[in-house]
């Protein structure tokens, strides 16, 4: 299926078709036919370089390292994650890293002493994530996401293929064990983030990511003590216009 046909049946119609057509598919399978066949020119992938990240980074390595990767700078990274990012991407010899930056001048209006994620994380997050990415996306039909279904309930229920709008939400992992992201990682000898072996198994921005204890859901140190849960970029469809 095309992404002429994802438009012409709508893309709720699309998803649901492309779901039912390659369930059962291999990730590695499935993330070749998604760039070379369904999308080709016109799919990135979507690394935020943290504890998973090196699989999906690992996978399109092999398939065409040219694929665009594209990394959101929100500016306020661990330097762990940095160092990290620019590791994997000599090691997996990928040569079209994206990397997305806030506006400026939004961030010297609304967040000059970075502390507006204290205030209102939700507006931090949309000016330091969602709306770089947004930005970054523009001109894709589809584009590649980590997430697994594993880390929490609510990503426990995301299908392989997602409609967002006019684009297409590709999932290879949802399905996922966390052993077998482990598996992977030690069969392809994958460097792990720094941060995994601090008690952090799930890397977000420094001042929002706190350490896991034993038992506690995967993502209970993001946002910790606040009913957020995600960042916002797949909560609404991304729109680089939308309230800048
Ligand atoms: S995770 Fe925290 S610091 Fe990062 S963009 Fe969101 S609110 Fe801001």
Redesign the pocket.
């Known amino acids: 299926m095309s992404a002429h046909d994802v438009k012409l049946f709508g893309d709720q119609i699309a998803a649901a078709r492309l779901e039912d057509r390659f369930a059962n598919m291999k990730a590695s399978s499935l993330l070749r036919l998604a760039i070379e066949d369904l999308f080709p020119g016109r799919i990135a992938l979507v690394s935020s370089f943290g504890a998973d990240s090196a699989v999906l980074l690992h996978m399109v390595s092999r398939i065409d390292p040219n694929t665009p990767v594209v990394f959101v700078d929100?500016?306020?990274?661990f330097e762990e994650t940095l160092g990290y990012r620019d590791a994997l991407v000599e090691r997996l010899g990928l040569t079209n890293v994206i990397v997305a930056e806030p506006d400026a001048k939004t961030l010297e209006a609304e967040?000059p002493e970075?502390f507006?994620?204290a205030s209102?994380?939700?507006?931090?997050?949309?000016?330091?994530?969602v709306l770089p990415l947004a930005g970054a996306l523009e001109g894709y039909d589809a584009w590649i996401t980590g997430r697994k279904g594993f880390q929490s309930v609510t990503r426990s229920r995301v299908p392989l293929f997602e409609a967002e709008g006019e684009r297409v939400k590709v999932n290879p992992l949802i399905g996922w064990s966390a052993s077998e992201i482990l598996d992977y990682i030690r069969a392809a000898d994958l460097p792990p983030h720094p941060l995994v072996a601090k008690g952090f198994p799930s890397i977000?921005?420094?001042?929002?990511?706190s350490r896991v204890a034993p038992g506690e859901d995967i993502r209970a140190g993001?946002?910790r003590g606040r009913t957020?849960s995600e960042?916002?970029i797949h909560t609404e469809p991304l729109s680089a216009g939308q309230d800048i």
Do not use: M, Y
């Open positions: 929100t500016g306020q990274h967040d970075k507006l994620f209102d994380p939700d507006r931090c997050c949309e000016i330091r994530k977000g921005c420094l001042p929002c990511t993001r946002w957020k960042c916002g």
